[in-house]
């Protein structure tokens, strides 16, 4: 388990990565849209927490704010990528609660099985692959 220090550092370091995710989406937003819908709708509406900005980068972009949480995230020599306890933390410290499906342990060794997290936002899905040697990679769609 993490020290009180090491869950505000976690901490920082999730809400940073989300916030960039965020802010990286709204920043696209306005030149992804050029000539498409309504003159009259804006793209960015200023009370617009991170957490619903985050939202609605979809899934890939919640996905993307786990990776770099687990990535960055400065474990204990006895913790991994893979360990269910890291991977749930993680997905806790997001500003919205997605959907999330494929955290298996059956042989309860405290890791996860396969190494595949599914995300799923509104109708989007992402999927998180943990890899032993704690590269993680993101796909747009299901595991």
């Given at each position: 388990m993490r020290n009180a220090s090491e869950s505000a550092r976690h901490r920082f370091r999730l809400?940073?990565?989300?916030?960039?995710v965020a802010l990286t989406a709204v920043a696209l937003a306005p030149g992804l849209l050029v000539?498409?819908?309504?003159?009259?709708?804006s793209t960015d509406d200023p009370d617009q927490s991170p957490g619903e900005i985050?939202?609605?980068?979809g899934a890939r972009g919640l996905a993307e704010a786990v990776r770099v949480a687990l990535v960055e995230d400065d474990l204990g020599p006895d913790q991994h990528e893979r360990d269910v306890a890291v991977i749930e933390e993680s997905i806790e410290?997001?500003?919205?609660?997605?959907?999330?499906?494929?955290?298996v342990d059956d042989d309860r060794d405290g890791q996860d099985d396969d190494g595949k997290v599914e995300l799923h936002v509104n109708s989007e899905a992402a999927c998180?692959?943990?890899a032993m040697d704690g590269d993680v990679e993101v796909t747009g769609g299901a595991c």
């Open positions: 809400v940073a990565a989300t916030t960039l000539g498409c819908g309504d003159d009259e709708q985050l939202e609605s980068t410290d997001l500003p919205v609660d997605p959907d999330v499906q494929g955290i998180l692959s943990i």
